[in-house]
């Protein structure tokens, strides 16, 4: 049973820092795809960052050049220069249909999902 937890959410200033990790477990696919998504409020879920079983890596443009994911026994999330538009419920997500090359934002394509970590950035 594939099982994922989010953990390092927190509130922080404009302009701050946070690092989000995820572990996930129950699962020997190696193909997959592999990211960060988030919903803030009143808003629908959408994608932040995915990464392939190869190794590429699709940010959304919100977030390019200050969040940086890197993924080795964990899926971590460093983000940078927060706004507070980047308030969200931030989830980990995987899938395993898909991968190898560039995996896509759309949350529609992952089917197994963390509980979520809440990320507040106040002005």
């Known amino acids: 049973q594939v099982h994922l937890v989010e953990s390092g959410g927190g509130s922080v200033q404009a302009g701050g820092s946070l690092r989000l990790s995820c572990v996930a477990s129950g699962y020997t696919y190696s193909t997959l795809c592999m990211g960060w998504f988030r919903r803030a409020p009143g808003k629908e879920r959408e994608g932040v960052v995915v990464i392939s079983n190869l190794g590429r890596i699709n940010y959304a443009d919100s977030v390019k050049g200050r969040f940086t994911l890197s993924k080795d026994n964990t899926l971590d999330l460093q983000m940078e220069s927060l706004k507070p538009e980047d308030t969200a419920m931030y989830y980990c997500?995987?899938?395993?249909?898909?991968?190898?090359?560039?995996?896509?934002?759309?949350?529609?394509?992952?089917?197994?999902w963390g509980p979520g970590t809440q990320v507040t950035v106040s002005s």
């Open positions: 997500a995987v899938d395993f249909a898909y991968g190898g090359t560039r995996c896509k934002l759309d949350r529609y394509l992952y089917n197994y």
